[in-house]
């Protein structure tokens, strides 16, 4: 497995020898491309990171599980789902230290660990794909996309639930 990246980057120049390709120029410009997709994106993705920081800082992440935990749990969901559900749309890394911990608090075999193990699979960072993908090409109006894309999670989270259900009864 250790040998996979240089035989992979060795097949690749030998093909590129073999088409005649100018290897280094096509180098160079695929960086020199990356290099501008990132500068478009990063006024995007840092003011993603700027606004989840400071809804974080300000406690209104908190707040907003308090207000929406009680609603949730007469719904089926775990309460311990909640700030998950709420943070995975923002950021993957977040929901995953949050899927972590209810694996440490209620144990992976728990239905809290189990919704949380089937949301973490079924659901998307919707915030940081559309402003990493529609800011690389320039779109501006996502109203539709976001629409969609949290319909989506929101579906997720519901058959989350329900899946674990069905699975605990098994």
């Known amino acids: 497995m250790e040998l996979f990246m240089p035989l992979f980057i060795a097949v690749v120049l030998v093909f590129g020898l073999i088409k005649k390709v100018p290897i280094f120029d096509a180098f160079t410009d695929g960086a020199r491309d990356g290099i501008k997709t990132m500068l478009s994106i990063a006024p995007t993705l840092v003011g993603l990171i700027v606004a989840v920081d400071m809804l974080k800082a300000s406690g209104a992440t908190d707040m907003l599980c308090g207000f929406i935990s009680p609603a949730a749990k007469q719904l089926g969901f775990p309460e311990e789902l909640v700030p998950m559900i709420l943070l995975r749309p923002v950021s993957g890394g977040g ?47 996502v109203r539709h996309t976001l629409l969609a894309a949290l319909s989506a999670d929101f579906t997720a989270a519901v058959m989350a639930v329900v899946c674990a259900k069905l699975l605990i009864k098994i």
Not at 97 to 125: H, M, Q, R, V
């Open 95 to 141: 929901s995953t230290a949050l899927l972590t911990n209810i694996y440490k608090t209620c144990g992976p075999d728990s239905f809290a660990g189990i919704c949380a193990s089937i949301l973490a699979g079924s659901t998307e960072t919707t915030f940081y794909a559309i402003a990493v993908y529609y800011g690389s090409v320039g779109i501006k109006k």
